[in-house]
């Protein structure tokens, strides 16, 4: 079975620095596609970025960036120049083409003024 | 345009009575899923529906739990004799096959259930 482990249940950052935020998955396919989803308290799931497992470049979005390690099934966030807004919870997640997603259990960012 | 929308927003139900969640999925959107977040934790699929077939219901905890759908549209997922451990946010997604994967899935603003 796939599994996605997020070690870190709380992360803060200064405003306007830099935090990394990692993922570990676990799974015996070898194309599938890993997402980052963003959760403020309005509960509302928003995706931040994503990740083609054939594609070896990381993705990248505006202020946020992957680190794809395909070998060592890493996938960790890395959130640049930090704002006020970014504060909320971050989930990692999985799937193979569209089937279900499988998400780790999450890492609450706090970012200080 | 409009996105997944779901009602109620909150539910409060005493337990043992049944409740049923309605999500209704960006027009056009042919496989629907539904997910449950507990309290301070990620989110556990239940169940994924293309059209109106549910080819993956391995998610489902109990038989308490059902799912339907109509067509390509409205989905409701109904919790019988509900549970104190029922008690979460249930969100609902959508995605198109129009489009190449990954199949983005664009997520609802969610029910929360609280059994007393």
């Known amino acids: 079975a796939q599994t996605v482990t997020q070690s870190q249940p709380e992360m803060s950052v200064q405003e306007a620095e830099t935090v990394t935020l990692s993922c570990t998955y676990d799974?015996?396919?070898?194309?599938?596609?890993l997402f980052w989803y963003k959760q403020p308290p309005s509960r509302q799931m928003i995706l931040v970025i994503r990740?083609?497992?054939?594609?070896?470049q990381n993705a990248t979005e505006n202020r946020f960036s992957v680190n794809f390690q395909k070998a060592a099934k890493s996938f960790s966030l890395k959130i640049s120049d930090s704002q006020l807004g970014d504060a909320a919870m971050y989930f990692c997640?999985?799937?193979?083409?569209?089937?279900?997603?499988?998400f780790g259990e999450g890492t609450q960012l706090t970012v200080n003024p | 345009g409009a996105g997944v929308s779901q009602s109620p927003s909150n539910k409060v139900t005493e337990k043992g009575k049944d409740v049923e969640l309605r999500c209704d999925p960006i027009?056009?959107?042919?496989?629907l899923y539904w997910y449950r977040q507990r309290l301070g934790q990620g989110l556990e699929f239940l169940i994924y529906?293309?059209?109106?077939?549910?080819?993956?219901k391995s998610g489902l905890p109990s038989d308490r739990f059902s799912a339907e759908r109509t067509g390509e549209s409205v989905s409701t997922l109904t919790i019988q004799r509900t549970q104190q451990e029922d008690s979460a946010v249930y969100l609902c997604?959508?995605?198109?096959?129009?489009?190449?994967?990954?199949?983005?899935?664009?997520f609802g603003p969610g029910t929360r259930l609280t059994v007393t």
């Open positions: 997604a959508s995605s198109t096959r129009t489009s190449g994967p990954p199949y983005e899935q664009y």
């Open positions: 997640a999985y799937n193979v083409g569209g089937s279900r997603l499988t």
């Open positions: 990740q083609e497992a054939y594609k070896q």
């Open positions: 799974t015996s396919e070898s194309d599938y596609y």
């Open positions: 027009s056009g959107h042919t496989a």
């Open positions: 529906f293309q059209g109106n077939s549910a080819p993956d």
